[in-house]
């Protein structure tokens, strides 16, 4: 009985620091997506969304400056979210506040 109860405990402590079952995707586009994990404040201390592409790659990317906080991608897919991100930085500032609240969010209809 104690055994199945530490055993509970180990693997409920590693989904909650992975943040493996609190992801919102904001949009999906070509070979990549974009999402942000809700209550997300601890490392980067910046607002902030994540990026993941087909070919295993990923990235921290700043909603304030759209540079790379952490990781990497492709200089072609980092000017595309560039792109995405400076004609609709409101609605990602919008999901930003929405997601650290921990409220849902819509995705973000890009164009």
């Not at 999906?28 to 997506?33: A, D, E, G, V």
């Not at 592409?53 to 991608?73: K, Q, R, W, Y």
Request: aromatic residues 16%.
């Amino acid at each position: 009985m104690i055994y199945k109860v530490n055993i509970f405990r180990f693997v409920f402590k590693t989904n909650f620091n992975r943040r493996i079952f609190n992801m919102g995707e904001l949009f999906r586009y070509k070979n990549f997506k974009a999402c942000m994990y809700y209550g997300d404040t601890d490392k980067h201390k910046e607002p902030h969304f994540h990026v993941y592409t087909n070919d295993g790659e990923s990235a921290t990317i700043s909603i304030a400056t759209g540079e790379i906080l952490a990781g990497s991608v492709d200089r072609k897919t980092l000017k595309t979210i560039q792109s995405i991100l400076s004609k609709d930085k409101e609605s990602f500032w919008d999901r930003w506040n929405k997601a650290v609240a921990f409220n849902l969010f819509e995705k973000i209809d890009i164009k």
